[in-house]
């Protein structure tokens, strides 16, 4: 059927559902609200925090309001330091991080960046 202008009219089953509308809409699933893990990033040999902009850019831009934190320890020729001082290091700045975060948060290492902060993280780890 045509109508003003000779625009299609709406078939009569549509007009039957429009007074449903506003259940449908209530039923509709809420976008989520609920605040992510805090991120943890550790660069591995002879790399920097620097590195990780791009990443950290994405992670703020996809998941608005998720602490992330790029750890800016033991850069460039620094991360040739004895391993156990690196530990002491991950384990100074993360422990706070992770005191602040019961629900646990996540953990993003390349090469020996895992090594010291799996150092710090086995005794908190519910998986892997």
């Known amino acids: ?3 003003l202008w000779g625009q299609r009219l709406p078939a009569a089953w549509v007009l039957l559902l429009l007074p449903f509308l506003p259940l449908l809409l209530l039923a509709a ?5 609920a ?3 805090p991120v943890i990033v550790v660069h591995g040999l ?3 925090s620097y590195s990780f902009r791009h990443l950290l850019e994405y992670i703020n831009e996809t998941h ?3 602490v ?3 750890l800016d320890l033991f850069d460039g020729r620094e991360s040739l330091r004895p391993l156990w001082e690196q530990v002491q290091g991950f384990r100074e700045a993360v422990v ?3 005191a ?3 629900q646990g948060v996540h953990l993003i290492c390349y090469s020996q960046g895992r090594h010291g902060l799996l150092e710090v993280a086995v005794p908190h780890l519910h998986a892997v």
């Open 1 to 3: 059927m045509l109508g």
């Open 29 to 33: 699933p809420a976008p989520h609200r």
């Open 35 to 37: 605040s992510y893990k």
């Open 46 to 48: 002879f790399d920097s």
């Open 64 to 66: 608005p309001g998720t």
């Open 68 to 70: 992330v934190t790029v």
């Open 96 to 98: 706070p991080i992770m």
């Open 100 to 102: 602040k975060a019961p």
